[in-house]
């Protein structure tokens, strides 16, 4: 979240900022309750500073010999009313603590200013797409005709929005995760397997909890959550945590399954792995230096770039304007695929910087030195990749006319030798 300080500093600034990411969040009851919170302080301080200043007038009075009953009785009524104003504190501090939680990070300066993804520009593109000779078929229809997805058995089980994987199909998306795992390692990172389920706490760390939790999926009766992306318990690995600056940058690479209610998507991709409740993501996962963590940034996207490129998959990268930007990142790169059937580039990859945002939430520290003042770390996140978008751009992008689909060179060795998926007799 962002400081109090700066907050309460930069007031018209953050306005602004709220106005140019399209967030109807109003401040007017921040501003009444940090008015109150400080003349609260001010009158606890006097309170506090006259009760020392007769304290030491009764010792005195008693050392004396002299009645102090009237004072002591006085200062009694003080006590209890710096109780009453000491009680009130907290209850403003904590609304003023949600308030905070639910004000998105400032942009960066070189931010485009726009009112949603229409308005993302374009920084660069890699590969050309493919013309085919003939019609090709989505992913959905590929995957059903080849028998590797089965959506109406899901659907059966578990509701829409949910694949059964079957065969090769199965077989691809473990070898996609276990490339891009590979990958990543090789680049750099470390690997890590992390939990499925999180407490409430590591929600708000990372600042899905209290704005999207209509978008969560509770465990009944708990205060826990089926993860919306390794995001969360990676990031929060570090929690309550002070890090060694000198072995900063932290880079790790964590596969989960990933569980989203999809709550404000109606009627949005309702068909195919693009939009599941259910699915698989490579994340990458950063805690930085400030003064490094704009290049850090730069190198997480090319990291995720990179598996694209391998895998020979055409793609763009475009910045995310003001008002299609998540709601803890300073900056995005959003990553997309083309989809040959969608004659367009799809969202497979979003890389953030969050600076210091995040960080306070969870309370991640480092320090430069030993008996340096503790700092708050920058963390960073980028998808590297969602598997199931990846899988869907491999079969439309790798379709032969007769309907099978080839495999990238770059995953035969994870394929035990199969070269294609074409319909089994």
């Known amino acids: 979240m962002l400081d109090i300080k700066f907050v309460r500093e930069h007031l018209d600034d953050v306005k602004t900022m709220l106005k140019h990411r399209c967030n109807p969040l109003s401040l007017d009851d921040f501003e009444v309750l940090e008015k109150r919170r400080r003349a609260i302080l001010g009158e606890v301080e006097g309170l506090k500073g006259e009760r020392n200043a007769v304290s030491k007038t009764i010792s005195q009075m008693k050392k004396n010999g002299e009645d102090a009953a ?57 590969g050309e797409p493919a013309k085919f000779p003939f019609a090709p078929k989505a992913h959905w229809d590929l995957g059903e005709d080849l028998d590797i997805f089965d959506f109406e058995r899901a659907a059966k089980v578990s509701g829409a929005r949910f ?9 691809l998306e473990r070898a996609c995760i276990n490339f891009m795992m590979d990958l990543h390692a090789r680049q750099g990172y470390t690997e890590m397997l992390a939990p499925y389920i999180v407490s409430r706490d590591s929600m708000i760390g990372t600042g899905q909890l209290p704005k999207f939790a209509e978008d969560m999926f509770k465990l009944e ?9 390794a ?3 990676a990031t929060n690995y570090h929690r309550e945590e002070i890090l060694d600056g000198a072995k900063l940058p932290e880079h790790y690479t964590v596969y989960t399954a990933s569980f989203r209610a999809e709550a404000g998507s ?12 259910q699915f698989n993501k490579v994340e990458l996962i950063k805690f930085a230096l400030p003064e490094t963590s704009w290049e850090e940034l730069e190198g997480m996207t090319r990291d995720a770039e990179e598996v694209l490129k391998l895998l ?67 963390t960073l996140n980028g998808s590297g990749l969602a598997v199931g978008r990846t899988v869907a ?19 035969l060795p994870y394929m035990g030798g199969v070269k294609e998926i074409r319909r089994q007799p």
């Not at 308030?99 to 660069?124: F, S």
């Not at 109606?266 to 409740?277: E, M, N, S, W």
């Not at 491999?394 to 995953?411: F, H, K, T």
């Open 231 to 233: 995001e969360v318990p």
């Open 266 to 277: 109606a009627g949005r991709d309702t068909r195919g792995l693009i939009r599941q409740h």
């Open 70 to 126: 009237k004072l002591v009785e006085d200062m009694r009524g003080v006590g209890d009313r710096i109780t009453v104003l000491d009680e009130e504190l907290r209850s403003v501090e904590a609304r003023l603590k949600e308030i905070l939680l639910n004000i998105p990070n400032m942009p960066k300066d070189d931010v485009p200013i726009g009112k949603d993804d229409t308005e993302n520009p374009e920084i660069r593109r890699w």
């Open 393 to 411: 751009a491999i079969i439309e992008n790798y379709q032969e006319a007769d309907g099978s689909v080839l495999i990238p060179e770059a995953l």
């Open 163 to 171: 694949t059964f994987y079957k065969g090769l199909g199965a077989r």
């Open 221 to 229: 009766g708990l205060e826990q959550y089926l993860v919306p992306t």
């Open 312 to 378: 020979n998959l055409p793609y763009r990268v475009v910045t995310l304007c003001t008002g299609d930007m998540g709601f803890t990142s300073a900056k995005t790169y959003d990553i997309e695929v083309w989809m040959p059937a969608q004659d367009r580039y799809r969202e497979i990859s979003s890389c953030s910087n969050c600076l210091d945002y995040q960080a306070r939430r969870a309370n991640v520290k480092f320090r430069r030195a030993p008996k340096e003042k503790p700092e708050f770390v920058h």
